[in-house]
């Protein structure tokens, strides 16, 4: 598994992007798929996940401003985000859990989630 980030770029506060993920074949088993985002020095925290069942977990940060999808036609997990504030700059990883992931953990737990993307860069200036 391959995943790959892309949409990330450089906007405005207030402003929105949508951030793509492609690369994971959802699985008839059941599957988890998240977005999470780093800073330098920091842990790697959730934004959002979303449930092959379709049900949606999103960081307190977030709710409201961010929304994640998918097109399983397409095999592509969407983040649209707006209302971009000056503390959302950071990396932002794609994630993958078949089989919903390891169940030990939290849905918005990293350790859960086995597939990772390289990121893509989100950069909000005020």
């Known amino acids: 598994v391959q995943l790959v980030e892309s949409g990330g770029g450089s906007v405005q506060a207030g402003g929105s992007l949508r951030l793509s993920c492609s690369g994971y074949?959802?699985?008839?088993?059941?599957?988890?798929m998240g977005w999470f985002r780093q800073v330098s020095g920091k842990q790697r925290e959730a934004v959002a996940v979303?449930?092959?069942?379709?049900?949606?977990r999103y960081a307190d940060s977030v709710k409201g401003r961010f929304t994640i999808s998918k097109d399983n036609a397409e095999n592509t997990l969407y983040l649209q985000m707006n209302s971009l504030k000056p503390e959302d700059p950071a990396m932002y990883y794609c994630?993958?859990?078949?089989?919903?992931?390891?169940?030990?953990?939290?849905?918005?737990?990293?350790?859960?989630?086995?597939?990772w993307g390289l990121g893509t860069q989100v950069t909000v200036s005020s």
């Open positions: 994630a993958a859990a078949p089989g919903y992931g390891d169940s030990r953990y939290s849905w918005l737990n990293p350790a859960r989630f086995n597939y």
């Open positions: 074949e959802y699985s008839y088993s059941g599957d988890c």
């Open positions: 979303i449930r092959s069942d379709g049900v949606t």
